[in-house]
Nanobody, 122 residues
């Protein structure tokens, strides 16, 4: 398993933007399905957005049009761009990798980052 390290979390005002990064120590991103999940206080971990090796994306309905996923294979880094943030986006965000299936089922993914906190105030 390859460690994943998230960064970029923090606080934002409603309507603002944040970009999260997820770095890997080796070049795993070119050939794998990758995804972002989040877990709100008292909630379950939910899939937000995923990307296949050819760039196809899957979105959870609540973030489509506001969040986007991208990757830089030369830097072994996955990104989550979050725009028009809402207080209900407050959660710990996780990146995930090593999946043969590129949808948003949590059980698909074998490797997880440690999580980064995002807090959105109204």
């Amino acid at each position: 398993q390859v460690p994943l390290v998230e960064s970029g979390g923090g606080s934002a005002q409603a309507g603002g933007s944040l970009r999260l990064s997820c770095a890997a120590s080796t070049s795993i991103y070119a050939s794998q399905c990758l995804a972002w999940f989040r877990q709100a206080p008292g909630g379950v971990r939910e899939g937000l957005i995923s990307i296949s090796p050819d760039g196809t994306r899957w979105y959870q309905a609540s973030v489509k049009g506001r969040f986007d996923i991208s990757k830089d294979n030369t830097k072994n880094t996955l990104y989550l761009q979050m725009n028009n943030l809402k207080p209900e986006d407050t959660a710990v965000y996780y990146c995930a990798a090593e999946s043969d299936f590129c949808d948003l089922r949590e059980t698909n993914y074998a490797v997880w980052g440690q999580g980064t906190q995002v807090t959105v105030s109204s």
